[in-house]
């Protein structure tokens, strides 16, 4: 896996549950450029500060009941779905057992079944060629050491097509003709995760690619439609990437994006001629804009030309269509683009939080398009998009009880910080709330730190509001979403600027007259887990409760236990670690934990390999020594993340108990 993939992924809060904006044309000299139209901003620098006046608590005549946990996490997550060939049949994970598990269903979403049953974790489906099987990845007890399965859709015993102790194998990507599968490899040890290929069905796996440089990794993108090539992307660090197209059979690579400085080009999917890439760069000032590459001549043509997060998603089967996201201050619509005209528009897909609802391609081979759609108030379900711009849901995912439930929606706001930067939140606000300064606020950090808070349906947010809390999720310096400049904002100043971002957040609802800053609790899980402990360690006064989950505590120990990859990953964000020994001692919540008075709980996987139960057990030891009031559960067969329903229902459970308890002085949790 490349460290693009890791990016999003590295110490982000993994949704354990399975984790905008009109256009315009702007006709500029020989460029047809989409530009992104937004009801509160056309790009990050036209933010204006929030009135906090202006947030507002909803009326709500009907006497709105706790949101019980478990009925919570009866509503279904899928992910990872795919089309069959003939397009009748979606393959998907599901956690609907209260595992994350392979199901099929046809393509109206009737006649639902569960492939395997497995307590370990399956990922990525991707039918073979005739239909008849279905490739996945599995992993054991959370190590993410994944192997390759094949199993027939009729269901049956799975067959490990990899078969290995010490290599994870990962995201199957078959060629168009069937004959060959690609995936990622990564060894156990080592940083670097390379492209392996094999023939279909009976070859058998090599390596295509062979990475010595341990800052840089390989990730597959597509394959050309006659099978010989596969195209690919090789990223050095976070913020440099090139394009290539690998020969299948000599190896060869053929670097199409070469540039100099650091620039990010990262390629989508081919057109169906070949000769067109779809890809997304930042080369425009750091903003990430989606640009066409003639394959043969590798001149580009933009496609848009904004500072929101655009980012490409694929082709029609035709070719005459494709597709990008843009994602405006986190929330996020599908545009479908004219090939010719470079026209786009939303086809009428609702607004919320939009995104493909199938991989490799969300089209279908009659034209029409799966996509996922969720908002705050709404859990995530799959939709059609037929070629007449008609939209029908696919899935119903949401249990009763959530169905009938009134909850309050997200509200988006902009702040000032500590030095005038302007900061993006959502802020939930209970039913029918006085500003009489009474109201416990939870802060809720998301992980990364190169990672961002969308405006998704979000149980965690849902269980507090429910319960009379005020939360927010802001989305602080060294988020994605903004622009690079942002994104490194943080580097060598992690739990600094950005925890100050944070606490400006706290600053802004106090404005608000709703909340009791007496009453302010932290929850966040990996890098938010950071950041709790870190806020926790370094502002004591202002913090009553605190949940930290997998959480890093000391960068050095971190160097020491945790994947190779992430190891490299560490170094991008803070620097050499002897060289820059002041901005690992500085950043480490080690340094500050002794200073903390909040009572805290500790949650963590035991076999996490991103954020290892070495740190937690760092953080229960020295406060339980300090005499401070700390709990800690660790999760056996667990990574980094909780997937097994029977866990989250107990880490949901106690962590609602713990602010319930400490915020309120109250344990009622259901």
């Known amino acids: 896996m490349s460290v693009l993939v890791w990016r999003g992924r590295f110490l982000e809060f993994i949704s354990t549950y399975m984790e905008f904006a009109m256009t315009r044309l702007c006709l500029l000299p020989g460029l047809l450029l989409l530009t992104s139209l937004n009801g509160f901003a056309s790009g990050p620098g036209d933010r204006v500060a929030t009135d906090p006046k202006s947030v507002v608590s909803a009326e709500n005549v009907a006497t709105s009941a706790p949101m019980p946990v478990a009925e919570l996490l009866q509503t279904v997550r899928i992910g990872g779905a795919t089309w069959s060939p003939d397009g009748k049949q979606i393959g998907y994970i599901s956690n609907s057992s209260g595992r994350l598990n392979l199901w099929v269903m046809q393509a109206d979403g009737t ?91 009976a070859g058998t796996a090599r390596l295509l690619t062979h990475e010595k440089d341990p800052k840089a990794s390989w990730d597959a993108a597509d394959w050309s439609s006659d099978g010989r090539y596969l195209y690919a992307v090789r990223e050095v660090g976070t913020d440099d990437a090139d394009v290539y197209r690998l020969d299948v059979k000599s190896g060869t690579a053929e670097n199409l994006t070469a ?93 919320g939080l939009n995104t493909p609802g199938a991989d490799p391609s969300a089209f279908r081979e009659d034209g029409s398009y799966l996509f996922s759609h969720q908002d705050s108030t709404h859990a995530p379900n799959l939709y059609l998009l037929s070629t007449g711009s008609v939209v029908s849901q696919v899935t119903h995912n949401e249990s009763q009880v959530l169905a009938s439930a009134a909850l309050p929606s997200s509200q988006l706001v902009t702040y000032k910080s500590f030095d005038g930067k302007m900061i993006s939140a959502f802020v939930w606000v209970p039913f029918n709330v006085k500003r009489d ?7 809720m950090p998301h992980g990364g730190p190169t990672g961002q808070t969308l405006d998704s349906f979000s149980p965690r947010a849902i269980l507090l509001v429910s319960r009379g809390f005020v939360v927010i999720a802001p989305n602080v310096r060294g988020s994605t979403g903004y622009g690079m400049e942002f994104e490194k904002a943080n580097y060598k100043d992690l739990g600094g600027a950005d925890l100050k971002d944070e606490i400006a957040g706290v600053d802004f609802l106090k404005a608000t007259g709703f909340i009791d800053t007496k009453k302010v609790g932290i929850w966040g899980g990996s890098y938010g887990g ?48 002897v060289k820059d020994k002041s901005a690992y001692e500085a950043s480490s919540p080690l340094k500050y934990i002794r200073d903390e008075k909040a009572p805290l709980l500790v949650l963590q996987g035991e076999r996490d390999i991103r954020v290892p139960k070495e740190e937690a057990e760092q953080v229960v030891e020295i406060l339980k020594k300090e005499g401070r009031t700390v709990d800690a559960v660790y999760y056996p067969e667990e990574g980094h993340g909780f997937i097994k329903r029977e866990h989250q229902v107990d880490e949901l459970t106690r962590s609602v108990d713990w602010f319930e308890k400490y915020l309120k002085g109250e344990t009622k949790t259901q």
Do not use: C
């Open 530 to 577: 950071f950041m709790t402990l870190m806020a926790i360690g370094k502002n004591p006064d202002l913090w009553a409760a605190a949940v930290d989950e997998f959480g890093i505590l000391n960068w050095y120990t971190m160097l020491e236990h945790s994947d190779a990859r992430l190891q490299e990953y560490e170094k991008t964000l803070l620097g050499d670690p």
């Open 259 to 351: 540039h100099t400085g650091n620039v990010r080009m990262i390629a989508s999917k081919v057109s169906p001629d070949g000769k067109t890439l779809l890809m997304t760069s930042n080369e425009k000032g750091g903003y990430q804009n989606v640009v066409l590459l003639d394959v043969a001549s590798k001149k580009k043509r933009w496609v848009t030309d904004t500072q929101w997060e655009a980012q490409a998603g694929g082709f029609s089967p035709k070719g005459d269509t494709f597709t990008y996201i843009l994602n405006s201050d986190g929330r996020a619509t599908i545009n479908f683009v004219d090939v010719k005209r470079l026209k786009a528009s939303d086809r009428g897909i609702p607004a």
């Open 111 to 201: 006649g639902a079944r569960q492939l395997l049953k497995s307590n370990d974790r399956q990922a990525s489906p991707s039918f073979t060629q005739d239909g008849k099987e279905i490739v996945y990845q599995q992993d054991k007890g959370g190590d993410e050491l994944y192997d390759l399965y094949a199993v027939s859709v009729e269901g049956g015993e799975p067959k490990n097509l990899t078969n290995t102790d010490k290599t994870s194998e990962s995201r199957p990507l078959f060629s168009k003709d069937g004959k060959w599968l690609a995936f990622d490899s990564k060894e156990k040890v080592e940083p670097s995760t390379n492209i392996a290929i094999m023939e279909w069905p």
């Open 437 to 443: 300064g009474t109201a416990p606020l939870v802060v």
